[in-house]
């Protein structure tokens, strides 16, 4: 990411907008909203592939025989930004479910995937997708199954102002797309 280009735009979107960006308030805002930026959207920094590489790190599984059983986590906390609008995806919370082959992913690596696949300009749906595919590499299984809910600030807070609509959205590959059981896990 650019830091002293965001700065120099942020600043411009200051005067833009009718602001003194050098009144005491602003003086540190663009380097601020930069910093901001760049924990915000750091997913942007990795392809789906280097995520899966980053968090792949897993366990042989002798515990669980193959194909029987499923590990789930549920209420997973992310943010994420509408790349319409710009404007905060928020009260999101993701599950995700995968049947484990020959090993298992350590348990916060799933919240690190994520978490950083939301951490881009993103649609709802792309973020389940995503994580579904980084899951899939890193947990080296054709079997995942991603819900998410979520409120978007560009229709709570702005435009058709729906305070209460909450969006939610699935992704199931492989044995997900067609196993009602499995899809119940995700419920
Ligand atoms: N499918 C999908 N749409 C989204 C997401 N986030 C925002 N949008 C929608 O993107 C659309 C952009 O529509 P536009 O008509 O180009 O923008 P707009 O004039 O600001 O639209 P309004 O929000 O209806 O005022 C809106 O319907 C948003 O609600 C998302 O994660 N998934
Ligand atoms: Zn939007």
Redesign the pocket.
Known sequence: MDTKAIEAHVKGILEAIGEDPDREGLRETPQRVAKMLGEMLEGIAYSNHEIAEMFGKTFDNDCLPESENAVIMRDITVFSY????L?L?YDMSVNVAYVPRGKVLGLSKIARICDMAAKRL?????IGRDIAEIISEAADTPDVGVTISGC?S??TA???KNSNAK?YTTTYLGAFRDDAALRELLR
């Open positions: 509408c790349e319409h609008h404007a995806m993103q649609l709802q749906e792309r978007h560009c229709m702005r435009g058709i969006t």
